[in-house]
């Protein structure tokens, strides 16, 4: 459900500062005032939202933005990207990231938001602007007869503050309604925990975060919780704000009989930090029913990426990541939507050893439009690979690779579903290391290594594939 766009027009009251020397002169007369907040809904399940704010300033250049509004059914923000944000009670105030705090006349800017609703939930009626309530145009407001101190200047742009993946999906229209990740954040805003350890020495557990907001992961923490022993890691944490927490499918976990993984298998470094790798042997897999909590169902259209590793894998079924059966059961052809990465030829009739990136749609890991060997595949055996997939639910799919160290993806397939999968008829369960039909009652027989994912609800463009890879490019995995 969509809730029509509101369009709201403002006004601000904006202040004229000269100065010389460090000593005020006269301020101006009268300063132009106005702006344009356009507030759409633009995803909405059971329970949450997202949304998305523009701001057009139509009055004189802004250096410095602070948004404020009250929402009138209970509603919270649970996660923001291109601003920060503090909520007491339905009160609600979002100021510039910084690189976005400077609009010029007629500049726009825009944020996105994550939220968490009961009952109804109406858009918010009016916005004020720097304290200033909307007036519904643009007007003259005189000048206050001494001016306040100036907004800080915009600090550079950094790694922690660029757009990720998730940021990048939302601005395109395609939110993520899951994130996952060992190694980073996947929301520039983002600054909770990444996964869990658990400790053999006394069974204690801890959660491992990032240093800061959009960064790398704190690596340190888990080798002071660890040391002198082993650690395995028992959940990875959604980022999405939605709960979908992908924990390991064995006792204590999701259920099944399943092993956590070792949390030390493998170190890396990302943005130039340490981190460890989710890295996936058999007998080792995550699990989560996710149905409730955003994950599409049935034909509605999805796609996923994920950053894996072409040096640690193998033929068993199956290394995939994405959307799968609730039953933990083979349910039938296109029950199943995730990527699979590596060396299994299902159908026969493969070019070469791999490994692939495959699409498992349930009944079949697929190289293309058929069973049939796609003479597009190829291999992908860099250190780091960037697999995504997407799908439309009821006509069209796409396959696509690249080094998640250097240049952009490749498109293996970009046409429609295989026979028999028209429409989907997906589930929404996320399944991590592990084919569909694992792991309740058996075991995983896959390997395989993941640093980072999401699932997306929606066909991302394929310039948002683009910005996506740019980003992982960008993160600098070694």
Not at 62 to 79: D, K, P, V, Y
Not at 150 to 155: C, G, H, M, R, V
Not at 279 to 299: E, F, K, L, M, Q
Not at 343 to 364: H, K
Request: one cysteine or more; proline letters at 5%; glycine letters at 16%.
């Amino acid at each position: 459900m969509k809730i029509p766009r509101l369009r709201l027009w403002l006004a601000t009251g904006l202040v004229a500062m000269a100065g010389a020397a460090g000593a005020l002169t006269a301020p101006a007369a009268h300063a132009a005032a106005g702006c344009r907040v356009d507030y759409s809904v633009t995803n909405q399940w059971p329970g949450g939202f997202g949304a998305n704010v523009s701001i057009t300033n139509l009055g004189d250049p802004i250096n410095g933005w602070r948004l404020s509004w009250s929402f009138s059914a209970g509603q919270t923000i649970t996660q923001l990207w291109n601003g920060t944000m503090t909520q007491s009670g339905a009160q609600v105030t979002v100021a510039d990231a910084g690189y976005n705090g400077t609009l010029a006349t007629g500049a726009s800017t825009s944020f996105g938001f994550n939220g968490a609703y009961s009952g109804t939930n109406p858009a918010p009626a009016s916005f004020t602007l720097n304290g200033t309530a909307c007036t519904g145009g643009v007007t003259a407001s005189p000048s206050p007869a001494t001016s306040p101190s100036p907004s800080p200047s915009a600090s550079p742009s950094s790694p922690a503050t660029s757009s990720k993946p998730c940021d990048i999906y939302a601005s395109g229209g395609t939110p993520c309604v899951a994130a996952h990740s060992t190694t980073r954040a996947l929301y520039r805003s983002y600054s909770g925990n990444l996964y869990q350890v658990r400790r053999s020495s006394d069974n204690a557990t801890r959660n491992i975060g990032v240093l800061s907001a959009g960064g790398v992961a704190n690596a340190a923490a888990q080798d002071s919780f660890c040391a002198g022993t082993t650690c395995v890691i028992t959940v990875v944490y959604d980022q999405s704000g939605r709960g979908n927490d992908v924990w390991y499918q064995g006792p204590g976990g999701a259920g099944g009989k399943d092993t956590p993984a070792t949390a030390t298998s493998e170190s890396l470094t990302v943005g130039g930090g340490k981190a460890y790798s989710l890295y996936i042997r058999p007998g080792n897999s995550y699990w989560r029913d996710g149905h409730a909590t955003g994950v599409p169902t049935g034909s509605a259209p999805e796609g996923v990426y994920m950053v894996t590793s072409g040096t640690h894998v193998n033929g068993g079924c199956c290394f995939d990541y994405g959307n799968s059966e609730t039953t933990r059961k083979a349910d039938g052809a296109g029950a199943m939507d995730a990527i699979y990465f590596g060396t299994s030829c299902w159908f026969g009739g493969c070019s070469g050893s791999g490994p692939w990136v495959q699409a498992d749609l349930e009944y079949g890991l697929y190289p293309g439009g058929s069973s049939s060997w796609n003479p597009n595949q190829r291999a992908f055996t860099s250190k780091f690979v960037t697999a995504m997939l997407k799908n439309n639910g009821t006509s069209r799919f796409a396959i696509k690779g690249g080094n998640a160290q250097t240049g952009g993806m490749t498109t293996l397939w970009d046409g429609s579903l295989p026979r028999g999968y028209s429409p989907m008829k997906k589930q929404g369960a996320i399944i991590l290391g592990s084919g569909g039909d694992c792991c309740a009652t058996n075991t995983n027989l896959s390997q395989g290594t993941f640093y980072e994912g999401a699932i997306v609800s929606g066909y991302p463009s394929d310039a948002t594939d683009n910005a996506v890879q740019a980003d992982v490019v960008a993160a600098g995995y070694r």
